[in-house]
C-alpha cells in the first residue's frame, strides 16, 4: 500500500510514474470516458426502428387513428402499454411525453413551483425549498435543483439506497424540506439498488410537508448486464409503496427510452397518482396539443412489449458487459496494492463509482485531461460540484469502443497512482 511506503520507496515510485505518464501524454490520446451515451454499435440495434417500422402506409394507431396529425395529449392506448413496461406500473396511470425524462421532471418541478399541488402553496412563493440529494449523484438532477433555486441537502447512499436514518429525521419537522431525488435501480453513478426496506421507508416516513415528492427517475429499470432478475430481486413498486402506505400523492416515477433506443429521439414517460395525473394533465394541456405519436407508433412496432424490451436489452448487455468487466478487471488488477481506492461493480445502468483517496480527484481528472482523457469533472457527483472529500470520480465505460476503453483505463490508473503518491509526498 502506498500510505506504507518509506518517503524514499516513494519518491522513487512517483519517478517512475512522472515518467510512464510523461510516455502516455506523449502518445497524444484523444479519449473518453465522461458521459453516459450508448456506443455507436448500440445505437445500430435498433436501426430497424427507423427503415421499416412506420412508413407512409402505416400510421395509423391501433384504434385506427391517424397519427399524422393533432390529438391525444396523454398517450396512444399502445404507448402507454409499452411504457408501463419501464415505470413497473399500469398503462391507466401512465402519461407519454416528448424525448426526454429529465425535462419532463423539469416540467413535474416547475409546476410545482408555479402552481402548488392539492391546494399547498406553489413552492416559489416560500422564503425556501430544501431538496435532498443521494450522493454520489447524478449531476442533472442537481442542475435542475439548483436551477430551481432549491437548496440542496447531500445525504449518503448506501449499498441499499439513501441513508433513510438521514432522510427520516430531515423530513420529519421541517416543512421546507420538499423532495429527495431516486434512481431505484442501478443509480447513477455508483449501480446501487434500492433495497425493499428502503422503498418502503420512503412510502411510510412521517414527512412536516404534506407535498414531498419523491422523484422516482427510472432512467435504468431495464438496463441489466446480467439478465432479468428474478420477481423477487425486483425494485419494490414505490406506487404500490405509497399507495399502501396512504401516502397515494408522495411520488412521481419517470423513465425513457433514451438508452433503449436513441438518446435524444426516444420516448419519456411518467407514472403517477390518479390525483397528480388529473393536474399534470390539466397543466400539461396548456403547454402542448399532443406529443409525438409517430415516435411513440415506431417504439410500440419495434420494442412490441415486457419480453421484447427484455430481448432488445439483452443485445445491449452483450456489447456493454465486457466494457464493465474490463473496467473491474483493470481497476482491481492495478489498484488493489496501492491502497485508499475503492469503486463500484455494478450489475446494470451505465456508470462505474470511483473513491479515490481523499484530495486526489480533482488532480486526477486534470491529468487525464492532460494525457488525452476526458472523464466526468470531479466533483459532478455531488450538489453544486463540491464533493467535500475530493475524492468521487464517475467512470463512464459505455461510449468507447473496447481497444479505446482499454487504453483510456490504463491512462485512468496511472493518474490515480501518481495523484496518490505526490499527494503522500506533500
Ligand atoms: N436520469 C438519469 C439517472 C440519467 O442517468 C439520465 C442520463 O444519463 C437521464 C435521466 C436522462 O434521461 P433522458 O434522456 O430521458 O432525459
Redesign the pocket.
Known sequence: MYADLETSALEALTARLERDFGAMKARGLSLNMA??KPAAEQLDLSMPMLSSVVDSASCAAESGLDCRNYGVLDGLPEAKRLMAVFLDDIPERVVVGG???????YDALVRLCLFGTDGCAPWSSLDQVKWLCPVPG?D??FAIAEALGFQMIPVALTDEGPDMDAVESLVRDDESVKGIWC?PQY??PSGTTYSDDTVRRLATMECAASDFRIIW?N??GVHHLYGEPGRQSRVLDIGKACDQAKNPRRYLK??????VTF??A?L?ALAAAPENLDEIKRHMGAATIGYDKLNQLRHVRFLEDARGVAEHMARHARILRPKFELVARKLEESLSDVGGCSWSTPQG???VSFDAPEGCASRIVELAAEAGVTMTGAGATWPYGRDPRDSNIRIAPTLPPLHELDEALDVFVCCVKLAYARKLLE
Open positions: 458521459r453516459g424525448t426526454s425524462s429529465l425535462t419532463l421532471m447524478y442533472r438532477h434512481v443509480a447513477n427517475d432512467a435504468y419517470f423513465a425513457s427510452t433514451s438508452k438518446p435524444g426516444g419519456a445502468g451505465y456508470f
